[in-house]
């Protein structure tokens, strides 16, 4: 089965976002689109999810970022601000990232899957798939970062 997403605007919409942050900063850095964009279930008034992940310098990742949303919303999309200092709401976790967390029952507990955009290709990164690759590589993986996280010792919690 073809993946509509993939083919979709708001795709090509990150995809030339993500073009223009490089030649605004100077680097180009992957976008995860994840949320109701990502299963395809937007409304009108759907915020876009988007994490972009940099090791190093932040000043780097907040140009970026700030190219890269500015570029969005002067083609509509709405990004939610959850009053952490900054005027828009993008992540800063990678796709690991984001798996652990899954595991962790911590976050993204309804998202099965997400797309990590680059300017010529996009990859679907399947967090059910992920999960079961992990817990066969690392048998009650699960059951420890559940653990781990009710203990208070999460990331995010």
């Known amino acids: 089965m073809i993946d509509s997403i993939i083919d979709s605007s708001v795709v090509k919409d990150i995809q030339s976002g993500i073009k223009h942050s490089s030649s605004e900063v ?5 976008v995860i689109l994840y949320g109701s964009y990502a299963k395809g279930l937007q409304r009108a008034s759907s915020d876009l999810d ?3 992940s940099i090791d190093g310098n932040s000043d ?3 140009d970026y970022v700030d190219a890269l ?7 509509g999309y709405v990004f939610n601000n959850k009053d952490h200092g900054m005027p828009y709401d ?3 976790l990678s796709p690991g990232m984001m798996l652990l967390e899954r595991l962790k029952g911590v976050m993204f507990t309804e998202d099965k899957k ?8 996009v990859e679907t990164f399947d967090l059910d798939e992920e999960s079961k690759k992990l817990e066969v590589k690392h048998p009650g993986i699960t059951e420890k970062l559940a653990e781990y996280s009710s203990n ?4 995010f919690t």
């Open 69 to 75: 949303v500015n570029r969005l919303q002067d083609k």
């Open 90 to 92: 993008v992540a800063q």
């Open 114 to 121: 997400f797309y990590v955009i680059h300017p010529g290709l």
């Open 50 to 52: 988007l994490s972009v």
């Open 26 to 30: 100077g680097v180009s850095i992957p």
């Open 152 to 155: 208070g010792l999460g990331f």
């Open 60 to 62: 780097i990742w907040h």
